[in-house]
C-alpha cells in the first residue's frame, strides 16, 4: 500500500527496540499533588472555525485540480468535531454526493488499529511484542534470512516496520481480498527479504497482515470481529466496516482513477487477509471518535481510564522508533527547520525544530487517497478523504500556512508544582545572601562537590553586580516537576536563573545555570 505518511522514513540502520513488552498495569500509589498542563484561555474551537471557509475553498479547489471525484474533510478539537464538509461525488453514476456520512476506504490509515489491538491483547498478557513471531504462526518456521546473525522476527518488528521484509508498494494492495491460505502459502514459500530483522524501517503490508493473523490465533476470532467488539463498539464507531457489501449503497463511495481526460472505475476489493494493512471503510463523523480517542492520551494524568486500550498505550503507539533525522525539511514557512521522524506501532511521527510534535498515517489504495494527522500537545486532529487512486486528499502544505502561520495555536501549560515554587523562593534568596541556614536547607549533597562555593559565589556576585539594583523577578518557567527557570531583572540587565531538583523526598537544589543577558540599547 502506497504510504501517504508525513514523512518519507528513509531506511536507517538501529539496533532492536528495547519498547515495553509488559502488560500495563495499574499503579499502587499516586501523587495527590500533581496538576497536569492545561490551556489557558483556550479559543482553540474558535480559532479553527474561523477557517473553515478558506479550508473549504483550499479543498475545492485540490480536489478540482487533481481530479477528485469527492472529497470530506474535518478538523477535531479535543472529543468534538468543530469543522466538516465535503466536495464532489461520492458516486457518479448515480449523481451522490459526497458528505461527512459518506464511506470510504482508508487504505493504509487502518494499520494503527491493527497496532492497537495487538498492544490490547498485550496489555491483558496473551502476548508480549518481544515473542517470536513464529509462536503465532508457526507456518513462517522455515523462512531463510540474509545472514546467519539476524534475530527472528518478533512482533514488534512486525508493528514497526522492521521485519527485514521489502516495502510492498503497490503489490500489497492488490492482495486485500486474498483469503488466508495465500499468507500462509507466501510465508512456507521462502519469501524474499530486504533486510535483516531488526535493523532498518521498511513499509511492509505483508508485516501488517501477519498482525492480523496473529490477532485472529490469539483472540479466537476473526480479526475483523475482534476489532469491531474491542474497538469500534466501544468508541461508538457505527458506520466503520470491514466489508464493502455491508455498506449502505446511498453512502458507500466508489473509488476511481483519472485515466484518458476521464474517470474510470476502480475494483472495489472485498475484506481478506491484507485487510489489517488497509481495508477499513469509514466516515469522517465515526473517524473522527478514533481521532479524539488518540487524542485522549495527552496529557499524563489521573482519573477514569476505561476506553479499549489505556492512555499510556496509545502514548507508546505515538513514541517513534527507528529515528531519523531530516536536515532539510522545511517548516509551514517554507524555511528551514530540521525534523525527527520515525514510525511508532501503525502511526508516523514527526517533531520539528519547533518542538511541534505531529503524528499521523496516510493511506491509498485503487480509487482511494487519505490522511489524518494530529497534535498530542494542542489537542487538535485533521483527516480528509478522497476517492482517486493514490491521490492525496488534501493540499497539506497549504492547509499548514493556514493553520500555523496565522493561528496562534499555543501548546498546554503546565502549571507549576508546590516543591518548584517553594525552591524558586529559596534559590533567589541563595544567590543574593548565601547564608548557612538557607544553604542547608536547600542544597543536595553534591552541590559544592561539582564546584566549590568559593567560585559559585563568586559567579553570582559578579552577575549582581553587573545587573545592578534587582528591580523585579519574572514567574516561573516550569520544564517539570521538578525543573524551571526564571529571570531575576535588574536595572541594567537580566540574570537567568536555571535549577534542577533531586529526587530526594524534601527535593533540594543539585544544579543551577546563572547567565547574564544586558539591556538592548536604543
Same mark, same amino acid.
Given at each position: 500500500?502506497?504510504?501517504?505518511?508525513?514523512?518519507?522514513?528513509?531506511?536507517?540502520?538501529?539496533?532492536?527496540?528495547?519498547?515495553?513488552?509488559?502488560?500495563?498495569?495499574?499503579?499502587?500509589?499516586?501523587?495527590?499533588?500533581?496538576?497536569?498542563?492545561?490551556?489557558?484561555?483556550?479559543?482553540?474551537?474558535?480559532?479553527?472555525?474561523?477557517?473553515?471557509?478558506? $479550508?473549504?475553498?483550499?479543498?475545492?479547489?485540490?480536489?478540482?485540480?487533481?481530479?477528485?471525484?469527492?472529497?470530506?474533510?474535518?478538523?477535531?478539537?479535543?472529543?468534538?468535531?468543530?469543522?466538516?464538509?465535503?466536495?464532489?461525488?461520492?458516486?457518479?453514476?448515480?449523481?451522490?454526493?459526497?458528505?461527512?456520512?459518506?464511506?470510504?476506504?482508508?487504505?493504509?490509515?487502518?494499520?494503527?488499529?491493527?497496532?492497537?489491538?495487538?498492544?490490547?491483547?498485550?496489555?491483558?498478557?496473551?502476548?508480549?511484542?518481544?515473542?517470536?513471531?513464529?509462536?503465532?504462526?508457526?507456518?513462517?518456521?522455515?523462512?531463510?534470512?540474509?545472514?546467519?546473525?539476524?534475530?527472528?522476527?518478533?512482533?514488534?518488528?512486525?508493528?514497526?516496520?522492521?521485519?527485514?521484509?521489502?516495502?510492498?508498494?503497490?503489490?500489497?494492495?492488490?492482495?486485500?481480498?486474498?483469503?488466508?491460505?495465500?499468507?500462509?502459502?507466501?510465508?512456507?514459500?521462502?519469501?524474499?527479504?530486504?533486510?535483516?530483522?531488526?535493523?532498518?524501517?521498511?513499509?511492509?503490508?505483508?508485516?501488517?497482515?501477519?498482525?492480523?493473523?496473529?490477532?485472529?490465533?490469539?483472540?479466537?476470532?476473526?480479526?475483523?470481529?475482534?476489532?469491531?467488539?474491542?474497538?469500534?463498539?466501544?468508541?461508538?464507531?457505527?458506520?466503520?466496516?470491514?466489508?464493502?457489501?455491508?455498506?449502505?449503497?446511498?453512502? $458507500?463511495?466508489?473509488?476511481?482513477?483519472?485515466?484518458?481526460?476521464?474517470?474510470?472505475?476502480?475494483?472495489?476489493?472485498?475484506?481478506?487477509?491484507?485487510?489489517?494493512?488497509?481495508?477499513?471503510?469509514?466516515?469522517?463523523?465515526?473517524?473522527?471518535?478514533?481521532?479524539?480517542?488518540?487524542?485522549?492520551?495527552?496529557?499524563?494524568?489521573?482519573?477514569?481510564?476505561?476506553?479499549?486500550?489505556?492512555?499510556?498505550?496509545?502514548?507508546?503507539?505515538?513514541?517513534?522508533?527507528?529515528?531519523?533525522?531530516?536536515?532539510?525539511?522545511?517548516?509551514?514557512?517554507?524555511?528551514?527547520?530540521?525534523?525527527?521522524?520515525?514510525?511508532?506501532?501503525?502511526?508516523?511521527?514527526?517533531?520539528?525544530?519547533?518542538?511541534?510534535?505531529?503524528?499521523?498515517?496516510?493511506?491509498?489504495?485503487?480509487?482511494?487517497?487519505?490522511?489524518?494527522?494530529?497534535?498530542?500537545?494542542?489537542?487538535?486532529?485533521?483527516?480528509?478523504?478522497?476517492?482517486?487512486?493514490?491521490?492525496?486528499?488534501?493540499?497539506?502544505?497549504?492547509?499548514?500556512?493556514?493553520?500555523?502561520?496565522?493561528?496562534?495555536?499555543?501548546?498546554?501549560?503546565?502549571?507549576?508544582?508546590?516543591?518548584?515554587?517553594?525552591?524558586?523562593?529559596?534559590?533567589?534568596?541563595?544567590?543574593?545572601?548565601?547564608?548557612?541556614?538557607?544553604?542547608?536547607?536547600?542544597?543536595?549533597?553534591?552541590?559544592?562537590?561539582?564546584?566549590?562555593?568559593?567560585?559559585?559565589?563568586?559567579?553570582?556576585?559578579?552577575?549582581?553586580?553587573?545587573?545592578?539594583?534587582?528591580?523585579?523577578?519574572?514567574?516561573?518557567?516550569?520544564?517539570?516537576?521538578?525543573?524551571?527557570?526564571?529571570?531575576?531583572?535588574?536595572?541594567?540587565?537580566?540574570?537567568?536563573?536555571?535549577?534542577?531538583?533531586?529526587?530526594?523526598?524534601?527535593?533540594?537544589?543539585?544544579?543551577?545555570?546563572?547567565?547574564?543577558?544586558?539591556?538592548?540599547?536604543?
Amino acid at each position: 500500500m502506497l504510504s501517504c505518511i508525513l514523512f518519507a522514513v528513509a531506511c536507517q540502520s538501529q539496533e532492536s527496540s528495547s519498547a515495553e513488552t509488559t502488560p500495563a498495569g495499574s499503579v499502587s500509589r499516586v501523587s495527590s499533588s500533581y496538576t497536569p498542563p492545561t490551556f489557558q484561555d483556550d479559543i482553540r474551537k474558535e480559532q479553527l472555525q474561523s477557517i473553515a471557509p478558506r $479550508l473549504k475553498e483550499l479543498m475545492q479547489q485540490h480536489a478540482d485540480d487533481r481530479h477528485i471525484s469527492g472529497v470530506a474533510w474535518g478538523i477535531v478539537v479535543d472529543d468534538e468535531l468543530v469543522v466538516a464538509d465535503a466536495y464532489g461525488l461520492a458516486n457518479r453514476a448515480e449523481n451522490i454526493p459526497a458528505t461527512t456520512s459518506s464511506v470510504f476506504r482508508i487504505a493504509s490509515m487502518t494499520k494503527s488499529f491493527t497496532a492497537m489491538a495487538i498492544l490490547k491483547l498485550r496489555d491483558e498478557g496473551k502476548l508480549s511484542l518481544h515473542d517470536p513471531a513464529t509462536e503465532y504462526i508457526p507456518e513462517a518456521e522455515n523462512l531463510e534470512y540474509l545472514t546467519s546473525d539476524a534475530p527472528a522476527i518478533t512482533i514488534e518488528n512486525l508493528l514497526t516496520m522492521a521485519a527485514g521484509f521489502p516495502e510492498d508498494n503497490p503489490w500489497g494492495d492488490r492482495q486485500l481480498d486474498e483469503p488466508e491460505q495465500m499468507l500462509l502459502d507466501l510465508l512456507q514459500q521462502v519469501p524474499a527479504f530486504s533486510n535483516v530483522p531488526a535493523y532498518e524501517f521498511e513499509y511492509s503490508n505483508t508485516g501488517y497482515a501477519m498482525l492480523g493473523l496473529i490477532v485472529q490465533r490469539v483472540s479466537g476470532q476473526p480479526f475483523g470481529e475482534y476489532i469491531r467488539e474491542n474497538i469500534f463498539q466501544p468508541l461508538g464507531m457505527n458506520d466503520t466496516y470491514w466489508e464493502v457489501d455491508r455498506v449502505p449503497d446511498d453512502k $458507500l463511495v466508489i473509488g476511481y482513477r483519472w485515466e484518458d481526460d476521464e474517470y474510470q472505475l476502480e475494483p472495489m476489493l472485498h475484506h481478506g487477509i491484507y485487510g489489517a494493512m488497509g481495508g477499513l471503510l469509514t466516515t469522517i463523523e465515526d473517524f473522527r471518535k478514533y481521532v479524539s480517542f488518540h487524542l485522549s492520551a495527552w496529557p499524563p494524568r489521573s482519573g477514569e481510564d476505561d476506553g479499549p486500550v489505556k492512555r499510556s498505550t496509545l502514548r507508546k503507539m505515538h513514541t517513534p522508533q527507528y529515528v531519523r533525522l531530516i536536515a532539510e525539511a522545511t517548516d509551514w514557512n517554507g524555511e528551514t527547520c530540521p525534523a525527527m521522524v520515525g514510525y511508532g506501532y501503525g502511526l508516523g511521527i514527526a517533531e520539528n525544530c519547533k518542538g511541534t510534535v505531529q503524528v499521523s498515517h496516510g493511506g491509498a489504495l485503487p480509487g482511494f487517497g487519505s490522511n489524518y494527522k494530529f497534535y498530542p500537545e494542542l489537542g487538535i486532529g485533521f483527516m480528509a478523504f478522497g476517492n482517486r487512486t493514490y491521490t492525496a486528499p488534501w493540499p497539506w502544505a497549504e492547509i499548514l500556512k493556514l493553520v500555523f502561520k496565522e493561528l496562534d495555536l499555543p501548546p498546554r501549560v503546565l502549571p507549576i508544582s508546590e516543591i518548584l515554587a517553594e525552591r524558586k523562593e529559596d534559590v533567589i534568596k541563595f544567590i543574593q545572601e548565601w547564608d548557612e541556614p538557607t544553604e542547608k536547607e536547600l542544597l543536595a549533597e553534591n552541590f559544592y562537590l561539582d564546584q566549590s562555593k568559593e567560585k559559585r559565589k563568586e559567579e553570582a556576585m559578579n552577575l549582581l553586580d553587573s545587573a545592578g539594583a534587582i528591580q523585579s523577578i519574572t514567574e516561573l518557567s516550569p520544564l517539570n516537576q521538578l525543573r524551571g527557570s526564571f529571570r531575576m531583572q535588574g536595572e541594567n540587565g537580566d540574570i537567568r536563573v536555571f535549577f534542577t531538583l533531586s529526587p530526594e523526598p524534601n527535593a533540594r537544589l543539585q544544579a543551577l545555570r546563572l547567565g547574564f543577558e544586558g539591556n538592548s540599547e536604543d
